[in-house]
């Protein structure tokens, strides 16, 4: 079993990218399209606790209902930000990675190199070609 799990959105070019970086350090992932297999609430909770972020750090506004069910507004509480998500999945941002040695929001990318195990085995661009990792599998 990977040590290694993403939840992913293959639609979005960051979670394609955090998914080749993570790769790219020769771990194959658990990889769960949240958009089809959405986690539960306890779940949800485990990881915006375990990341330290604020449940509102965790909202996607871009591409989303986020502004026409108003959660801009600050009457929502946690567990109603969290409830929304449930309900509409794409409000959770992505990509989250979940490793041995920490739980992120990968944004931007190179964000995950933060917390993969394994050290990357060569050099990556992103899909826009900018460069992350040189050919010594050292962050540029």
């Known amino acids: 079993m990977s ?3 993403i939840y992913h959105n293959p639609a979005c070019g960051t ?5 080749g970086l993570i790769r790219n350090s020769g771990e194959e992932p658990v990889v769960i399209e949240y958009l089809k297999t959405p986690p539960d609430r306890e779940t949800l909770q485990r990881l ?6 604020p449940v509102r750090a965790v909202l996607r506004e871009k591409g989303t209902p986020y502004a026409e069910l108003g959660l801009d507004d ?9 409830g929304f998500m449930l309900q509409h999945p794409i409000l959770i941002n992505r990509p989250i990675v979940v490793t041995p040695l920490g739980i992120l929001l990968c944004r931007p990318s190179e ?7 394994q050290p990357q085995r060569g ?3 992103k899909e826009d070609g900018e460069a992350v990792v040189n050919a010594e599998g050292h962050r540029v």
């Open 74 to 82: 600050s009457k929502w509480n946690d567990e109603q930000l969290i």
């Open 123 to 125: 050099a990556f661009c």
């Open 48 to 53: 915006i606790a375990a990341m330290g972020v």
């Open 3 to 5: 040590q290694v799990t």
């Open 15 to 19: 979670s394609r990218n955090v998914l």
């Open 111 to 117: 964000t995950v190199l933060d917390i993969l195990p």
